[in-house]
């Protein structure tokens, strides 16, 4: 059979290609080399006291016995790190009457989460640190907990910072002023209050973090387990007063990250102070019940929403209040405001409507902070959106399908602006929606499930429409004030022999940053693949950028990498012409070869070109200086951010007499835009799938009455495991992003997005012949059970 | 002699000397009683590969051959070890038997940040040591003590499975 040629039949043709990850190779032979394996000459280790207490004043520190255990280097609290290292807050300027109190490396005389670290012992093992950290004695004075958002939001009520009028880290409200008015006149109008509960990262490998401060250079050298390393430079060069050149973070490889991986932690900024006291490499690995205490995390939103609609199913308006606890301070440097924000924010995103009024409560508690996470704000949003659009669908007797393609903004309509005051640049809802409908085989999976019915077995059909925020320019976190980079940079060499070393901020936890970049690098400059080394993480070496959250490392890092790629072809150009006495528009480079742009006859390698710049520059033309190394940085302009959409589907099966909840098929219809790597977006796409599953119907961080985490291991906390996933089916829409040449958008979050809202829907018409209704997630079988009013 | 006297030791910081063969060679180590056999192949031998998730048995990452058996090296002390036989992943990675399992990973991207992978394969090597044609139900089984928060499982099952059916076409040899 001789398909057609395409454009990847061209030799180089990597962008579209699904090769495999060139790192992959190493972490499969278990030589990957993650922070927590870091072994340095002279290294400490460092183990944290953490307190038993959600709320309670610090009386007195006895360390005495700990400081004489053999082995023990030292032993800090909270006032020896707040002597070297300076407060930090979590508030960002444009949230405007945000506020967080100042936060330390360890605190001075109050605990206000139970597992905040209090005491940090440095010994030879972290065996004998630990033993050192049984021998501290802390008094402790309980003060009153807030532990759930009603008491937080009582007046009155016990409050998380003492001195504070309330317990409220911010509000905020979107209101276009004419939504009573379309309520009035709704022919229809859905309601529900909607709960979704705390569950975190638990990334495989805890966090890690190596601090190694050498005192004769002067020089703060921190090998740190995170996405972002040039925000971790910024930060430990202010904090500690180190010049920023003189901070090197690298991070190598990363055991997954998901965006917990990017906050500041009082244990790592805690790390750093005490290599700098001790002038040895300290290493901390937190383990997996610290991970649960201390890594941050995320969603813990209860949302009342309602919507209207015209007598036909036109949705007329959108009416919501998400309140959302966020711990006892909003995480730095980004802070905890930034998912409910996107909540209010993303609710409606894929429908056209003009009414939209949103009000958003961020209030403190006494536990652990939440922050961003994979899909930050996404999942909560999509929920409410498409739980009130089967509810309205239901009401008018529609089929789920149908009131979407009714309402969805049209493929053809864009540029669009949300009520919320997002710009879409093009979206393909229409597209994806048909394209989904063929994918799940509606139509017969509705004729099984009535069948089934009969014979009292309940499967549900679920479909959520969803819209992503990836690309973000310096709209996001930039305005705020933070030094967080919404550009990113490359340095591309041309090498002695021909090949290309590639040094790029974007950087690499798995999802494929490494293959991509090299993929786009290749293509644009005419070599093999396997001739472009990519290098990422360091900042010693690699320029600084924004590196990887937010779906930003094809969209940004690529272009980025594609600029710089094709600068460097011009001057290798520049050079082969003067070499070959032509005009550099009439050459090119195939498999490393200039050749002749029009006929593609071979003219010379270009490793021959780089052997006479390097080693004989004396035969160029007088004059010539080659510029086979060249930086470029790219900054995202036009749409603040580059919005993807997409749909997902599935079908299950709900056990009425036990609730548990059976996944049989998933289905998503996606468009990031232009495809670098089909196989990477597949699997970013199933990986963030069963995340979504997870929260949808596992994950949930329990707390007792007092604040305690009560489920704080891999045992309790229940994360998705191969045999309650479903294999995926996946299809994709291509609607590439004008406002950049390579047309790439983010993928990352897109599975996360919807899939709970995906299993909420699905579970609910399982249970729709029983007239039981679900409206939390996790969708537990306890709360099946109990929607059954079995339990 | 240092200064300090020997009263100042207490039971955690005597050591017991255990004799392994690892990756088929003899190695003696000096252990605390309380170190688990991960800690020791992770901070006395540097082999680093094998990883530590949970520490608790629930996550699969410190999966290694002992006896020719997959267990979890965080729950097992490093002293329970002593005269046994451990193949972590850089001795299975040298010897070849995870080529196969290896090269269809590598293909199908069956791993993203690469954190869970030497277990997966460990487990996975037992799994089609056991049963030369599993069905995909039992391999989602199999794999029910190993947990990867990136992959979403489905290329790593799809991965095992393509191996396990090149083996039984190629006449079952492995």
Redesign the interface.
């Known amino acids: 059979m001789s398909a057609p040629l395409t454009s990847l039949d061209r030799p180089n043709s990597y962008i579209g290609r699904s090769v ?2 060139p790192n ?2 190493r ?6 080399r ?1 922070v ?2 870091l ?1 340095l000459p002279r290294m400490l280790h460092a183990a944290f006291l953490r307190s038993p207490h959600a709320h309670a004043r610090i009386v007195a520190i006895n360390t005495d016995e700990a400081r004489t255990l ?1 082995g023990v280097h030292l032993v800090a609290t909270g006032g020896d790190l707040a002597k070297i290292c300076t407060p930090w807050i979590g508030t960002l300027d444009h949230f405007k009457g945000m506020t967080s109190a100042p936060q330390l490396p360890l605190p001075l005389d109050r605990v206000v989460w139970a597992g905040q670290a209090v005491v940090a012992v440095v010994a030879e093992s972290r ?1 004998i640190a630990e ?1 050192a950290l049984e021998l501290i004695e802390v008094d402790y004075e309980d003060l009153p907990v807030v532990v759930d958002i009603d008491s937080a939001r009582e007046a009155g009520g016990p409050l998380v910072n003492p001195g504070s009028a309330n317990n409220t880290c911010f509000r905020s409200q979107l209101d276009n002023g004419t939504v009573d008015d379309a309520f009035a006149n709704a022919a229809h109008v859905v309601e529900e209050e909607f709960s979704f509960g705390r569950h975190t ?6 966090r890690a973090i190596v601090a190694d401060y050498d005192p004769a250079a002067g020089m703060l050298t921190v090998h740190h387990a995170t996405q972002t390393p040039y925000q971790f430079q910024d930060l430990y060069s202010r904090h500690y007063g180190i010049a920023e050149a003189r901070v090197r973070v690298i991070a190598t ?6 965006g917990m991986k990017l906050h500041v932690y009082h244990e790592d900024m805690a790390v750093v102070g005490l290599s700098i006291l001790l002038g040895r490499p300290v290493k901390y690995v937190a ?2 019940i610290e991970s649960f205490v201390s890594d941050i995390h995320a969603r813990d939103h209860r949302v009342r929403a309602r919507m209207a609609l015209d007598s036909r199913g036109e949705i007329l308006a959108m009416d919501v209040l998400d309140l959302t606890s966020i711990g006892a301070f909003s995480t730095y440097p980004r802070t905890s405001v930034v998912e409910g924000n996107q909540v209010i924010r993303l609710i409606g995103a894929p429908y056209r409507f003009k009414n939209y009024r949103a009000t958003l409560e961020v209030i403190f508690q006494n536990k652990v902070q939440t922050s961003q996470y994979r899909a930050v704000g996404h999942p909560i949003a999509c929920a409410v959106t498409e739980r009130l659009v089967d509810l309205a669908a239901a009401k008018l007797g529609l089929d789920p399908f149908a009131i979407r393609a009714q309402n969805v903004i049209a493929d053809d309509a864009y540029p669009q602006t949300s009520p919320t005051g997002y710009r879409f640049e093009a979206l393909s809802h229409q597209a994806c929606l048909k394209r989904l409908h063929e994918l799940m085989n509606y139509g017969a999976l509705r004729v099984e499930q009535a069948d089934l019915r009969k014979r009292s077995v309940y499967r549900g059909i679920g479909i959520a429409t969803f819209v992503e925020i990836t690309n973000p320019s310096p709209a996001f976190y930039g305005v705020g004030g933070a030094r967080i980079s919404s550009q990113d940079g490359a340095i591309l060499s041309l090498t002695p022999s021909g090949e290309v070393r590639c040094l790029i901020s974007v950087t690499e ?4 940053t490494e293959a991509i970049i090299s993929q786009i690098v290749a293509d644009q400059l005419g070599l093999a693949q396997e001739h472009v080394k990519v290098i990422t993480g360091d900042t010693e070496v690699t320029p600084h950028g924004g590196a990887t959250w937010a779906c930003r490392g094809a969209g940004i890092g690529g272009e980025t990498a594609l600029q710089a790629a094709r600068a460097l072809k011009r001057n290798i150009l520049e050079i082969a012409a003067l070499i070959l006495q032509e005009q550099p528009s009439a050459l090119d480079i195939i498999d490393g070869e200039v050749v002749d742009a029009g006929t593609r006859n071979q003219r010379l390698p270009i490793a021959e070109i780089a052997r006479i710049a390097y080693f004989r520059s004396d035969t160029l033309p007088p004059g010539t200086q080659a510029q086979l190394t060249v930086s470029h940085h790219f900054a995202p302009q036009g749409y603040p951010f580059a919005f993807t959409n997409g749909i997902q589907g599935c079908s299950l099966e709900v056990d009425v007499e036990t609730g548990f909840v059976k996944l049989l098929k998933h289905f998503i219809v996606e468009d990031c835009g232009r495809v670098i790597n089909p ?2 977006v597949d ?1 970013q796409l ?6 979504g599953l997870g929260a949808a119907l596992f994950e949930e961080c329990r707390y007792s009455e007092t604040g305690q985490l009560m489920n704080g ?3 309790d906390y229940l ?5 309650e ?1 479903p ?2 089916v996946i299809a994709h829409v291509e609607t590439p992003t004008a406002d950049t040449e390579l047309g790439a958008k983010g993928v990352g979050e897109a ?1 996360t997005a919807a899939a709970s809202a995906c299993v909420l829907n699905a579970v609910n018409d399982a249970l729709a012949p029983f007239g039981a209704t679900i409206n939390a997630v996790p969708i537990t079988p306890a709360r099946v059970l109990k929607a059954l009013k079995r339990f | 002699m240092s200064g300090f006297e020997d009263s100042l030791l207490d039971e955690v910081d005597e050591t017991v000397r255990i004799r392994l063969v690892v990756n088929g060679r003899k190695v003696v180590c000096e252990v605390a009683p309380r170190h688990t056999l991960v800690d020791c192949l992770r901070d006395t031998l540097e082999l680093t590969g094998t990883h530590a998730g949970c520490e608790m048995g629930a996550c699969g990452a410190c999966l290694v051959q002992l006896d020719g058996r997959a267990v979890h090296s965080c729950l097992v002390f490093a002293v329970q070890a002593d005269g046994a036989t451990v193949n972590t992943i850089e001795g299975l990675t040298e010897s070849g038997v995870l080529a196969e399992l290896q090269a269809e990973f590598h293909r199908r991207n069956a791993l993203q940040c690469g954190f869970c992978t030497p277990g997966m394969l460990v487990n996975a090597h037992e799994l089609l040591s056991r049963v030369a044609q599993p069905s995909r139900e039992e391999i989602r089984d199999a794999l029910s003590g190993n947990y990867c928060r990136c992959t979403g499982y489905e290329a790593i099952i799809d991965a095992i499975d393509t191996v396990a059916k090149a083996r039984s076409e190629n006449g079952g040899a492995t």
Not at chain 1, 27 to 32: S, V, W
Not at chain 1, 201 to 206: I, K, R
Not at chain 1, 253 to 258: A, L, M, N, P, T
Not at chain 1, 686 to 691: A, K, L, T
């Open positions: 495999p990850r992959a190779k972490l499969l032979a278990g030589r990957g993650y927590s394996d072994r053999e065996a033993d990262a638990v990334t495989l490998e805890p490889d990363i055991g997954g990250s998901f383990d997996r936890q798995g999802q494929g196989m990477l699997e199933r990986g963030g799938i069963v995340q291991s891999l045992a994360v998705p495991m191969p045999m996933m294999d995926i599975g």
